[in-house]
């Protein structure tokens, strides 16, 4: 069992529909952080959520951080092709570990 | 600007032998880690060290070795190879603080056969 619980595990849309990723644990984190994976890449940041209910926006993207500090989402406006990615959460767990989920695999077609 | 840098980047072994997975980074992080990736499986932490001459293990340490002799160096010794060791895998160096960022490597891709 993973510490943070990533759903769906793969997504394929059409270009201009909107989508939720969602990352779930059982745990309270201090922060969590979304990164994208591109193929044959590491992963790059895109945010870090630290309070309890924040919500940020990222162009198209929009992040929350659930009030209970254990979950989080990630919202796309109108999918574009340039979407397409493996998208992952991560956070701190016993200060110096740093856990991820177990992504979500999106392809978007235009 | 190199940031991590990871070698090699691709390598096939044979079960039972051993090899050094390199890492170095150029930004003064103390913190570093490896991870390796498996389909459908996210990163799981191996190992991680907070500074040189500190390691510590992670999720899936066994089978894995690390040292920390320097700031800029954090090399993934595996010591005798398994198929089960097939994988990505990946360093990261993070900045400071628990919102620190993880930067990686371009990972290294090893087969075991």
């Known amino acids: 069992t993973q510490l943070l619980e990533q759903s769906p595990q793969f997504l394929s849309i059409q270009e201009g529909e909107n989508l939720t990723v969602y990352c779930n644990s059982s745990?309270?984190?201090?922060?969590l952080q979304w990164y994208r994976q591109e193929p044959g890449e590491g992963p790059v940041l895109l945010v870090t959520v630290v309070t309890g209910g924040e919500v940020k926006k990222l162009k198209r993207l929009t992040f929350q951080f659930g009030d209970a500090r254990k979950d989080s989402s990630l919202h796309i406006t109108a999918a574009q092709p340039g979407d397409t990615g493996l998208y992952l959460c991560a956070g701190p767990y016993n200060f110096n570990k740093f856990y991820f989920g177990s992504g979500t695999k999106l392809n978007v077609k235009p | 600007n190199a940031g991590v840098t990871q070698t090699p980047k691709f390598q096939v072994l044979k079960t039972g032998q051993s090899m050094t997975l390199q890492c170095a980074q150029d930004?003064?992080?103390?913190?570093m880690s490896w991870y390796r990736q498996d389909p459908g499986m996210g990163l799981r932490l191996i190992h991680y060290s907070v500074g040189a001459g500190i390691t510590d293990q992670g999720e899936v340490p066994n089978g894995y070795n690390v040292s920390r002799s320097t700031t800029e160096d954090f090399p993934l010794r595996l010591l005798s190879a398994a198929p089960s060791q097939t994988s990505v895998y990946f360093c990261?160096?993070?900045?400071?603080?628990?919102?620190?960022?993880?930067?990686f490597g371009e990972g290294s891709r090893l087969t075991v056969l």
């Open positions: 930004m003064n992080h103390e913190y």
């Open positions: 990261a160096s993070r900045t400071r603080g628990l919102t620190g960022e993880l930067f």
């Open positions: 745990s309270v984190f201090s922060s």
